[in-house]
Every structure is written in C-alpha cells, then in structure tokens.
C-alpha cells in the first residue's frame, strides 16, 4: 500500500511538471516575445540576482559598523595538570616538619582544579572608522552598477529578440518565395518541354529552366536548414527549451511599416541618459572612493567593547550540579589605533588612486564621443535601411514586370530562354534583397534604439 501511495504521489509531481512545462507559450508576436524573455532569458534572470546580491552586498557593508554580539564557551580538562615548585620558606614550621622540608628547600605544587568551564558574551562597536563610510558609500555604487548592468542587460536581450525574431519572419518569408518560384518554374518547364517535343523550340530552351529549377531546390533546402536553425536560436533567446514548437504571429512586413519612424532621426542626442555614460559614470564615482578609501586610512579609528561571562571550576564535571559555583566577570574598554609612519606606503597608495581617477575620467570624456559617433553612426544605418527599402520596392516590382514580359515573349516565340532565365535571376535577387531591407529597417531601429535607451 505505501508503495502505491509512493508512485501516485510521483504521478502528481510528474504531471504537475508536464502542465507547467505545457504553460510556456506557442504564439508570440514581437512585443510578447521581448516581455517573455525579459523575464526569463538567462542573462536577464542572472542581472536581477546580481541586483539582489548587491542589495545583501550593501547591508553586509552596513552590519559591519553596527553592534557585534559574540558569545563563547570554553570547556578544558587538565588531563595533567602542571606542577610548580615552592619555597618551602611560604610554609610554617610545623608544616615543613611534617613534609620533612628544610627552610631552603622547595616544595612541588598544584594550582587550579582538574575542569574548568567558562562562559562569555562581547559585544564589538565600531565608533568611528574613515574606511566604513567609504565603504558604505561604494556599496549604494555597486548597488547603481548592478542596476545599471540590469538595464543594459535588457537592451541587449531585447534587441537580441528583434533580431532572431527578424532572421525567423526572414526564413519563413524566403522559403514561401521560393517555393512560389519553384511551382511557376516547374510549370514554365513543363510546357517547355512539351512545346521541345512538338519540335518547335530548341534543347537549350529545356536545359536553361532546368537550371534555374536546380538553383531554386538547392536554395529551398538551404532556406528550410536555415529556418530550424533560427527557431533554435530564438528558442534560446527567449530562454526556452531548444525544441520548442514556436510560433510567430507577426509579418514581416507589417513590422517593416511600424518600425519606419523617421521622428526617431530627429531624437536629441541626450549622451547622459544612455545606460553606456552612466556605467562609465559608475566607474569614475567607484575611483574616486578608491582615492577617498586611501586617503581615510591615515585617519584613526576607534572601538569598544562590552564584555561578560561566568567560570565555573572543579575537579570532577559537576558544573550542572546545583552547589557548583559559578564566579562572574565584566568589563568594558575602547580601543584608539592611529596611524603614525608607513614608510610611505601610504602615500604612494593615495598617488596610484589619483592616477586611476584620472584614467577614468578620460575614459568617461571618449566613453562620450564614442556614444555620440554610434549615435551618428546608427542614425545613417537607419536613414540608409528605410531608403534602401524603398528602392528594393521599386526594384521588386519592376523586376516582376520584367520576368512577365520576358515569360511572354518566350511562350510567343519572340524571346530566348537565355533572356527569360536573366529576367528570373533578377527577379529572384530582387526578392531576396526585399526581404532583407525589410530586415534591415527592424534591426537598425532596433540597433538605435539600444544605443539611445528607448524601448517604445
């Protein structure tokens, strides 16, 4: 019986499991998909422990400067106890006659009992120390390092999403082109040939779509590896299992019409309010409580302490026994260290944190016009990806007008299939060039996006 209680209980575990695994989405469109990985890509779950380990960080700095409570028992058995020589001077005569003992003669003694137990609490303050408040103020940084990492963690992990969300939309979109312009051309081969048969065109004819077929198979099984790879690789991006059967409800071209905002070309170039300067921030704030920390350890500090405990002595372990004595003791004290000569060590510590300082504050001034080139940088990527869209638009369509006619004129007899096959392949590259500037404008938006902190 307890043996089937066992394996129903293991059945509800392993069922619970299978439900809670079943509750990770199957659809997401693009905004759903950066709110899941917020949430659970790796990295991103890591940047919050972070946080939360900088928070116990800041309270462990905090606690050393409060009260210290230690207590402590000691416990020893003189298994021998040590034996010391007296005059025999200390003694009185009639003592020395009955031990046999001359004036000038010693006499072994035994101090102290066999067992000994005692008990004591402290209490440790620190009254003033320059090394703790600097302490105190780089753990509140490392607190705002830990923030500022989470944030820049996020942008990542969103931009991430985008791309591999794209680079699927991309796969999905190329492999129903292909395939649309694998059934027009095997139509196109099929008549070719049958109109080859009735001997009124030539061979060439035949083996020219017979190559342009065999280009377009090849690419399809190409696109088709292509795309299980990009759902593995937006699977991990999302934090979920590799294999998960995950599906996308947004277009690729309806994401391309939301993305084009030609307003955000116009968005000031505020460097502060980018995650990137704060963080070069954090590292210029951290030098300058190093030069601080140095600087305070010149100063003295000072301690007390408050200290109490019970000794209890015996010659046999009768400490629990309700005759045992029990002798108390306390005491209090402060204790002043100050530095006084360090060989100038000291000095030379101050003199390496100013030099630190220093290289962080130039680092800050390039970690600026670094962020102001990418900005730049970005804004042309963007500018260029909405216009190159724009021209593969066009290109697309006239590529489509093109290859009609020239299907036109070959049927008719007035056109060669060498003519028809560049009209294809031109055709074909104009799709794939569509669909890539489509991609284009989503990941360079994305890109300054990241760079400027917006999320919306």
Known sequence: MRNKLICIFSLCFLSLGFSQNQEIPKRFSLDEAINFALENNRAAKNAVRDIEAAKKQK???????LPQ??????????IKQQVALLPASILSEQDREDLGLNINDQFPAIF?????????????????????LVGLQSAKVFLE??????????????????????????????????????ITLEKNLNETRKIYENGLTEEEDVEQLEITLSSIESNLRNVKRLRDLSYKMLNITLGIDLNNDTTLT???????????????????????????????QNDTRAKELLLKLEKTRALPSLAGFVTAGYNGNANSFDFFQRQQQ??????????????????????AATQRAQINLEKAEDDLT??????????????????????EYETAKKNLRLSERIEKKNQVKFFEGVGSSFELRQAQTQLYA???????????VINTKAQLETILNQTN
């Not at 409570?69 to 003189?78: C, E, K, R, S």
């Not at 102290?112 to 703790?132: K, R």
């Not at 277009?251 to 300067?277: F, G, H, M, R």
């Open 59 to 65: 309270w462990e700095t905090t606690a050393t400067g």
């Open 69 to 78: 409570i230690n207590g402590a028992v000691n416990y020893q058995n003189n």
């Open 112 to 132: 102290g009992t066999e067992q000994t137990v005692n008990a004591n609490i402290t209490l440790n303050q620190l009254i003033f120390d320059g090394s703790y």
């Open 145 to 182: 390092i830990s923030q500022n990492a989470k944030e820049k963690t996020d942008l990542q992990v969103r931009k991430a999403v985008i791309n591999a969300y794209g680079n699927v939309l991309l796969s999905e979109e190329s492999l129903l082109i292909l395939e649309r312009n694998k």
């Open 250 to 280: 947004d277009t690729l071209q309806a994401l391309t019409i939301e993305n084009i905002a030609p307003s955000l070309l116009a968005t000031e170039d505020n460097v502060a309010n980018t995650v990137d300067y704060r963080i070069a």
């Open 326 to 347: 029990w002798f108390g003791s306390a005491a209090f004290g402060v204790s002043l260290n100050i530095p006084i000569f360090s060989s100038f060590q000291r000095r």
């Open 366 to 387: 390039e970690v600026e016009q670094q962020i102001k080139l990418q900005v730049a940088s970005a804004k042309s990527d963007y500018q260029l990806s909405i216009e």
């Open 430 to 440: 104009a799709q794939q060039e569509y669909l890539q500037a489509m991609l284009d």
